[in-house]
Structure formats: C-alpha cells, structure tokens
C-alpha cells in the first residue's frame, strides 16, 4: 500500500510540472507554432505553421531565422480547414 502511495505521489507531482511547461519559439515570437528545422546547401530552413498557412524562413545561420527570407509556402481560406495544419516537416 505505501508503494501505490509513492507511485500515485509521483504521478501527480509530474504531471503538475508538465501541465505548467509551455514552450515560446525562440526564432519567431509569432507564427512559430510547430517549428521544423533542416540545414542543407548551406542554409537553414525553418517551417512553421499558423492559423491560415505554412511558412518557410530561410537562412545562413539558426540566429539569422529570426529576421531570414519569409515566404508563405501553403494558405488555405476555407474556414471549415481552419487550424487543422499541424506538426509540418521537410524531407530532403
């Protein structure tokens, strides 16, 4: 019974701590949600998603992302899709 006691202790004594992690992108403030970064031909690209369309950042260095060559990759205007992009990656 003491072990359940620790175990359930644990238990709730973790999930407090992962409930009140949050995580800020640090390349981008806003429009930074689920970020994917790939180095290749000697730039980093950054995806991104937002509430209407896909983002690329382009760059020299990880520094450089946070003011790189922004291009809008994918926008969608049906509200019906609205923020059902999610996780986005690159594959090379």
């Not at 004594?13 to 689920?34: Q, R």
């Not at 509200?79 to 990656?89: H, I, K, L, P, Y």
């Amino acid at each position: 019974m003491k072990f359940l006691q620790t175990v359930t202790t644990c238990v709730l004594a973790l999930s407090s701590l992962v409930s009140a992690a949050s995580f800020s992108n640090p390349l981008k403030k806003t429009d930074g949600s689920d970020p994917h970064i790939v180095w290749t031909g000697g730039y980093y690209y950054l995806m991104t998603t937002t509430w209407t369309n896909l983002q690329i950042t382009r760059a020299k260095t990880l520094e450089g992302l946070k003011t790189g060559e922004k291009k809008t990759v994918w926008t969608d205007t049906n509200t019906n899709r609205n923020a059902n992009m999610w996780a986005v990656s690159l594959a090379l």
